[in-house]
């Protein structure tokens, strides 16, 4: 099984920028993608981002297009999250989750393993 660890989270100014880290423990050979969600107080979870292990292709919300940059550096079995530009409704609880082969990148009942979280908040 897939173990993630999150972290890099913390407070920053309107504006500002953070990066976050999620790095896997082991088992990352049946990992075909990696993926960014968050949940803010009151809402449901909602897709941020996702690579392709092998390919590095990429996927983004709407929301974070052109602000948020997603990596990945395999020898690491590490993905990053690179966010700019951050306003206050980025805030929330970031979560890392990896998926095999097939379903919907974006639903976050696609993803088999989960991160616990590291807390993103952007004051004003």
């Known amino acids: 099984q897939v173990q993630l660890v999150e972290s890099g989270g913390g407070l920053v100014q309107a504006g500002g920028s953070l990066r976050l880290s999620c790095a896997a423990s082991t088992g990352s050979f049946s990992t075909y993608a990696m993926a960014w969600f968050r949940q803010a107080p009151g809402k449901e979870r909602e897709f941020v981002a996702a690579i392709t292990w092998r390919a590095g292709s990429t996927y983004y919300a709407d929301s974070v297009k052109g602000r948020f940059t997603i990596s990945r550096d395999n020898a690491k079995n590490t993905v990053y999250l690179q966010m700019n530009n951050l306003n206050p409704e980025d805030t929330a609880v970031y979560y890392c989750?990896?998926?095999?082969?097939?379903?919907?990148?974006?639903?976050?009942?696609?993803?088999?393993?989960w991160g616990q979280g590291t807390q993103v908040t952007v004051s004003s």
């Open positions: 989750a990896s998926k095999g082969y097939g379903g919907s990148y974006s639903h976050f009942n696609t993803y088999a393993y």
